[in-house]
């Protein structure tokens, strides 16, 4: 069994920077590819970054390439998400993951974080 503890949420401006961490514990925690996907109201959960165990593969979905950067601390087992230049639009309560890389959605979770929220203000 694998918990996932999400942190660093909150409100921000648009056009600011937040980054949100998340945690893994359980036994077999770091052998899990770990990332984050995102859902906002009105709208499916969609997937956001990845990387795999071994940070040799990394995702990012087209919307936030270029604001959004993904990375792991092993030693920590411990998952980033580096938001810049953030938009009203990257509003959403953020889901961190674990499980299998896969290349269409960053992780095919297996577990799932409670979320944290994001919110950005125009």
């Known amino acids: 069994q694998v918990q996932l503890a999400e942190s660093g949420g909150g409100l921000a401006q648009a056009g600011g920077s937040l980054r949100l961490a998340c945690a893994a514990s359980g036994r077999t925690a770091s052998s899990y590819a770990m990332g984050w996907f995102r859902h906002a109201p009105g709208m499916e959960r969609v997937p956001v970054g990845a990387v795999n165990w071994r940070r040799s593969q990394t995702y990012i979905a087209d919307s936030v390439k270029d604001r959004f950067t993904v990375s792991r601390d092993n030693d920590k087992n411990t998952v980033y998400l580096q938001m810049n230049n953030l938009k009203p639009e990257d509003t959403a309560v953020y889901y961190c993951?674990?499980?299998?890389?896969?290349?269409?959605?960053?992780?095919?979770?297996?577990?799932w974080g409670q979320g944290t929220q994001v919110t950005v203000s125009s």
């Open positions: 993951a674990a499980g299998a890389f896969d290349l269409r959605l960053g992780v095919r979770p297996t577990y």
